[in-house]
């Protein structure tokens, strides 16, 4: 099956500090790209969601201008952590889409933050 | 409101047993995921439904349109099947477009 790659897999930052997380589709071309945030005990929340290309569409509530999503090849999505906080501690999640795959989406194996 | 109820939330079953995990959801759909979260919070996804029943090894899914309804079955569980079951429904938006909306998941936890 397809396959997701996030990097890194955990980081601990300080507050004030910038993180960025990358998603990658290793066997397909994912015209489509999601970001997740999940909170322990919590379902994932969807953050938002950009096609290749094109800007990102977030959901509301999050911060466009705080999580800054960059999706500008078809096979690699980035996710900056902009001044971080420790309330931005979470567990976020990347998730892929292809025209092949029609309604699959296939999920990378996320990336723990920690901010101090 | 569109939500997805899962249930139970929490199972512990032995080793051996026939597990089923519940998923209802409130109005139309194009599609139903069932994904597995491993403890280290990695999600896989077991099945993509929109009709019918569907079989990978152990795992069973099933969807019933009319009832707005899908189960998830394990057959003869083991420990490594425990893990936290979400179920993902993408409602019909007029197009392909249209979010995932997910449950809560379902914490099982098989023992030896």
């Known amino acids: 099956g397809a396959v997701v790659s996030q990097h890194p897999s955990r980081v601990i930052c300080k507050s004030g500090t910038s993180v960025k997380i990358e998603c990658r589709s290793l066997d397909f071309q994912a015209t489509t790209m999601f970001w997740y945030r999940q909170f322990p005990k919590q379902s994932l929340m969807l953050m938002a969601t950009s096609n290749e290309g094109s800007k990102a569409t977030y959901e509301q509530g999050v911060e466009k201008d705080k999580f800054l999503i960059n999706h500008a090849s078809l096979t690699l999505s980035t996710l900056t952590v902009t001044s971080a906080h420790p309330e931005d501690s979470s567990f976020y999640i990347c998730?892929?889409?292809?025209?092949?795959?029609?309604?699959?989406?296939?999920f990378g194996p996320g990336t723990r933050l920690l901010v101090l | 409101k569109n939500e997805v109820e899962q249930s139970p939330q929490n199972l512990t079953a032995q080793e051996g047993e026939f597990i089923t995990i519940n998923c209802s959801y409130s109005v139309g759909i194009s599609a139903l995921h069932w994904l597995q979260q491993h403890p280290g919070g990695g999600i896989v996804s077991l099945f993509m439904l929109s009709s019918g029943k569907k079989k990978h090894g152990r795992l069973i899914a099933t969807i019933n349109i009319q009832e707005k309804h899908s189960s998830l079955h394990i057959t003869a569980s083991h420990p490594r099947d425990s893990a936290v079951y979400i179920c993902a429904v993408r409602y019909n938006y007029g197009g392909s477009q249209g979010n995932l909306i997910f449950g809560k998941g379902t914490k099982l936890s098989v023992k030896p």
């Open positions: 998730s892929a889409r292809g025209v092949r795959q029609q309604e699959t989406q296939y």
